[in-house]
């Protein structure tokens, strides 16, 4: 299904040089406005090597959610090509988005839903791609039941059967530190073929169950605060920073004591 430049396969149009470029770039925007990413000790990927390629979909409740895409999948998913659909005016805005595996989507209408699976059929042709789906399609609280996931989901099992489909939570959180703690968490990975096997209301429903014990999962380790639950994915930069924590740099200089930025520490 590949094409010359300029066909409407998104595998036409990524770059592997722009989504290395950009992968860093969105690691250092990270870094300066987030506390950490931490993936939840018990949801880590648990994809089978060489199986097929992988749909990995998830809930959908911050604008942050694309950035964490890249974050997981350049840390977790070295061999996987990623691939996500974007709204198809925010597209043609920022059309640079294209080099990194982004394909334009409008699920509000039949014939959107259609090119939805036509591109989504192009990335899942190869073992060594990786399609992440925001499978709610619109922004949504982590409280929200049901979740409400779109019908397209449960229509890519039939466009590859091979495929692994992986539940991604994803949540939000403010603790001691000034940024937000991003929380992630994988769901045991299902079977292309096992939803294949289903009527498409039930595939649905399958996917959308798996999901949701994902997230109250996360959402159970999340309530704790506790970060010994949970492994660093890419840590941001600690501390409020400003008068506040120079001064707390130079009382720590002055006592002898190495200076810990952290809003937890000890320290003043």
């Known amino acids: ?47 089978r090597a060489g199986t097929g390629p992988l749909v990995v979909y998830s809930n959908h409740p911050s604008w942050w959610d694309a950035a964490i895409y890249i974050l997981l999948a350049r840390r977790l998913f070295p061999a996987h090509q990623g691939y996500a659909p974007i709204d198809a005016a925010m597209l043609r805005r920022y059309r640079f988005f294209a080099r990194i595996g982004a394909f334009p989507v409008d699920l509000d209408s039949p014939r959107g839903a259609a090119s939805f699976l036509r591109a989504s059929a192009d990335v899942l042709s190869r073992p060594d791609r990786a399609l992440w789906v925001a499978a709610q399609g619109r922004f949504a609280d982590v409280r929200e039941r049901p979740l409400g996931l779109r019908a397209g989901v449960g229509r890519l099992a039939e466009l590859a059967p091979d495929a692994q489909f992986v539940p991604l939570a994803v949540e939000y959180a403010f603790w001691n530190e000034r940024g937000a703690e991003a929380l992630a968490a994988f769901g045991a990975p299902i079977d292309g073929r096992e939803l294949l096997a289903l009527p498409r209301a039930d595939r649905l429903a399958r996917l959308e169950s798996a999901l949701t014990a994902t997230m109250d999962r996360l959402a159970g380790d999340a309530i704790t605060r506790d970060p010994a639950r949970f492994m660093a994915v890419v840590e941001g930069t600690p501390g409020i920073g400003g008068l506040y924590d120079g001064w707390r740099r130079l009382r720590a200089l002055l006592q002898g004591r190495r200076f810990d930025p952290a809003h937890g520490s000890s320290g003043p």
Do not use: D, K, Q, V
Not at 11 to 17: G, L, Q
Not at 28 to 44: E, I, N, V
């Open 1 to 47: 299904m590949n094409g010359r430049p300029g066909s409407r396969w998104p595998t036409a149009h990524r770059s592997a040089r722009a989504w290395s470029f950009m992968a860093a770039w969105f690691e250092r925007y990270f870094r300066r406005h987030m506390s950490s990413l931490r993936g939840a000790a018990w949801g880590t990927p648990a994809t």
